[in-house]
């Protein structure tokens, strides 16, 4: 199959699929046209979620598909939300899948139970979320799949719990940390990509990202994905999520203890020395890229040898940027949808 797979091709789900599903499933739906402009109609909307105790966390999420279905996992980042998949969802619950999307811990209605609980960022500790969340469900087996942080706790999962993942899919590749390696400089070009990392870095930035998170994160929008014409209705209807209180703190320790600023919890050690290690994913699994990504991202080459199952990387054309889910959200239910068959 070639590497370029562009936006007409495989339709034949398509928005009848997803309308179908949509009113099976009680989701309110728009066509494309209208989730560009807002005055066309409607936007999607996940409607009613749900809350499980799941670990550290009460995890709100949103469920579509058959309670019986094959377990998809679809894994939002930063800064976006479970809207992300809201055009992902139908598609998949069409097919005949079990469809959970949750709010990370510090997004949306999901909360820490006890108010001891650090509230940290590092990337075993959304891993284990997910962990908490699958035996919660009690779903023993399940694709994950996600973009930005979602695809890094994706990954995480298959490396750490290979058994627990039928199959991956993740957007821009192999995203597994490594704390000592992120300390070496990059290149002048290279570390100005990383800007807001080193704003985050200092107080000032944790005062500006907790004053103007809305601000930032459409601008972050924009930046990462500039071909893509996301309109205000758009935004504003993941722009609640960032109003949790616990978002600023996550979003902040994340991003200092990725480069070395901040200690993770001891809990966690372990799993971390594993992943440092950077582990080679055997489970199957599907790479997408966007052709427009604006966001610092590896090249696909670069990260090939890290997984060894069956495999396959797409990239998709059309002025696709680091919202690829959303941008393209016929394009990730098929990789998912194909990744189940390897």
């Not at 999520?241 to 991003?255: C, E, K, R, S």
Request: glycine share 8%.
């Amino acid at each position: 199959m070639s590497d370029d797979i562009r936006q007409d091709r495989r339709r034949f789900l398509g928005m009848t699929a997803m309308t179908l599903a949509a009113t099976q499933l009680g989701l309110s739906m728009s066509t494309p046209a209208q989730a560009a402009a807002s005055a066309a109609g409607p936007l999607a909307s996940f409607g009613a979620l749900r809350r499980i105790e799941a670990g550290v966390l009460s995890t709100s999420y949103a469920e579509a598909g058959p309670a019986d279905g094959p377990a998809v996992i679809l894994l939002h980042g930063w800064p976006y939300d479970i809207h992300t998949y809201v055009d992902v969802a139908p598609i998949l619950a069409a097919a005949g899948y079990r469809v959970i999307v949750p709010s990370l811990r510090g997004y949306g209605q999901t909360r820490f139970l006890s108010a001891d609980t650090p509230r940290n960022g590092q990337q075993a500790a959304l891993a284990a979320d997910i962990l908490s969340l699958m035996d919660a469900l009690k779903i023993q087996q399940a694709i994950v799949a996600g973009c930005d942080w979602g695809a890094r706790t994706a990954c995480n999962v298959a490396a750490l719990w290979p058994e627990r993942v039928k199959a991956l899919v993740s957007v821009s590749g192999y995203l597994v940390a490594n704390v000592e390696a992120n300390k070496n400089p990059l290149p002048p070009a290279a570390e100005h990509d990383w800007w807001y990392q080193f704003y985050f870095a200092t107080e000032r930035g944790r005062a500006g990202y907790e004053k103007y998170r809305r601000d930032f994160a459409k601008f972050i929008w924009g930046t990462a994905s500039p071909q893509w014409r996301f309109d205000d209705a758009t935004f504003d209807r993941s722009a609640p999520a960032f109003d949790n209180p616990d978002h600023v703190d996550i979003v902040i320790h994340n991003y200092r203890w990725r480069q070395g600023l901040a200690e993770g919890e001891p809990r966690y050690a372990e799993l971390e020395r594993r992943l440092a290690r950077s582990p080679v994913i055997g489970v199957p699994a599907i790479t997408l890229e966007g052709d427009a990504n604006g966001a610092p991202h590896p090249q696909p080459a670069a990260y090939r040898a890290k997984f060894s199952g069956k495999y396959e990387h797409r990239t998709l054309t059309g002025g696709i940027g680091h919202n690829l889910p959303q941008e393209a959200p016929r394009e990730f239910a098929q990789a998912i949808i194909d990744v189940d068959k390897f």
